[in-house]
């Protein structure tokens, strides 16, 4: 565990070039997460939020710069030592990554296996007490019912919680998503979110999330780290920001034609919303303005 006057992730000029490209996927980022704060990326698609989420648990190695999670210098660990740090942090993907042919429960225990030696096939094979905490932790998420039945028969908000179990298993520390309601319905996401949520603050986990709907970012996080072009360009916390004023920092910054007219789009949809508050809200007071003069007595 770090210490809780340690920063859970520190970032230092990261900056990322891939073999081949023109230009960076990321340049000059740095920030500093601390224990149990929710962190919202937040971005267009190729923005660099999903670079960075994988640079805070080695996926990815810096070109130039320094990550720092859990007091251990990324780049630095090998073997043993970088699967130890994995380990500690869970991830959570867009695509779920579930083996469709395995039972639920088995998707989970894979969760376990960096606590083993050697492989496992099926259910029976893995430890009871790994049974148990899995069980355990697909009831948390509402599926214990289904612990039996194959992944591939679930709806993708079913699946995305069992990815949620499958992660818990790893008793993390940082728990990691990318784009984890991307591929999924707005009823779907916004359960799949509150519960990623409420999980984190039962177990007082550091959450990195990365997302591209500003609304969502808005009400689900405790910061917004805004992404364009691998770049930071907006760190705030959410409270008391508004959409439009996210959205009017982006355009500020937006350099090429697509991103611009992807910001117009956007900004226009912000529009007019509350255009359709506002003349809801203007009904709204026509309509009580009737009642109270159809309910007003004569003089």
Request: proline share 4%; charged share 25%; with cysteine.
């Amino acid at each position: 565990m770090t210490n809780s006057d340690t920063p859970a992730v520190r970032i230092a000029d990261l900056g990322k070039t891939y073999p081949g490209a023109k230009v960076p996927a990321l340049e000059g980022v740095s920030l500093s997460v601390e224990p149990g704060e929710i962190v919202v990326l937040l971005g267009l698609s190729g923005s660099g939020k999903s670079t960075l989420l994988r640079h805070v648990n080695g996926l990815e190695t810096p070109t130039v710069g320094s990550v720092v999670s859990l007091d251990e210098k990324v780049a630095e660990l090998r073997g043993r030592d970088l699967r130890a740090l994995r380990g500690r942090i869970g991830f959570i993907f867009q695509q779920f990554e579930l083996v469709g042919a395995l039972s639920v429960l088995e998707n989970v225990l894979t969760g376990g296996l960096s606590t083993l030696r050697g492989p496992r096939v099926g259910v029976i094979t893995y430890p009871r007490t790994l049974r148990e905490k899995a069980l355990g932790h697909l009831d948390r998420v509402g599926l214990l019912e289904f612990a039996y039945q194959r992944a591939d028969q679930l709806s993708g908000g079913q699946q995305q919680r069992v990815a949620i179990a499958r992660a818990l298993m790893q008793d993390p520390e940082i728990l990691l998503a990318d784009e984890p309601v991307a591929s999924l319905d707005p009823e779907s996401s916004s359960q799949v979110m509150a519960l990623i949520r409420e999980i984190a603050a039962e177990r007082s986990l550091t959450v990195i999330c990365s997302l591209h709907q500003v609304d969502l970012a808005l009400s689900w996080g405790d910061r917004i780290v805004g992404l364009r072009g691998g770049r930071v360009v907006l760190d705030t916390r959410t409270d008391g920001l508004t959409r439009e004023e996210v959205m009017e920092i982006y355009g500020r910054v937006a350099t090429t034609t697509s991103e611009i007219e992807a910001l117009e789009d956007e900004l226009a949809e912000a529009r007019e919303q509350v255009r359709t508050q506002e003349a809801q809200r203007a009904a709204d007071a026509r309509e009580r303005l009737t009642e109270d003069f159809a309910n007003e007595e004569p003089a």
